[in-house]
């Protein structure tokens, strides 16, 4: 399975950006799907995070401003990020194929140094940068 990351980018505070990422190799259809970021100095961190059939769950400092989407019939899921702020700024990864429980997923948020985790979900992709100034 491959995943690549596209419509990062820069933007002002309040604006909006929406990353999207692109599965091939094998369908996800039925797979959990997720958005972490990394920022300079900071740990990886879980975004959003979105099931098979479409149930989104969200970090607390996302929540209200982002939406997650997904496309099974095109193997894409979308992270619409409305009201940006400067701490938004970081690397946007999108991960697929849970290694874990959906609810032991939701309930890391945080999961350590380095995003891709594969101990998290089997696949990662490159990310694409979100910069908000």
């Known amino acids: 399975v491959q995943l690549v990351e596209s419509g990062g980018g820069s933007a002002q505070a309040g604006g909006s950006l929406r990353p999207s990422c692109t599965a091939s190799g094998s369908s996800l259809e039925d797979s959990v799907m997720g958005w972490y970021r990394q920022a300079p100095g900071n740990e990886c961190e879980m975004v959003s995070t979105?099931?098979?059939?479409?149930?989104?769950t969200y970090t607390d400092s996302v929540e209200g401003r982002n939406t997650i989407s997904r496309d099974n019939a095109k193997n894409t899921i979308d992270l619409r990020i409305d009201g940006l702020k400067p701490e938004d700024t970081a690397e946007y990864y999108c991960?697929?194929?849970?290694?874990?429980?959906?609810?032991?997923?939701?309930?890391?948020?945080?999961?350590?140094?380095?995003?891709?985790?594969?101990?998290?979900?089997?696949?990662w992709g490159q990310g694409t940068q979100v910069t908000v100034s």
């Open positions: 991960a697929a194929g849970a290694a874990l429980r959906m609810t032991a997923i939701q309930a890391l948020g945080v999961l350590g140094p380095s995003c891709p985790s594969t101990w998290v979900f089997y696949y």
């Open positions: 979105i099931t098979g059939d479409g149930i989104p």
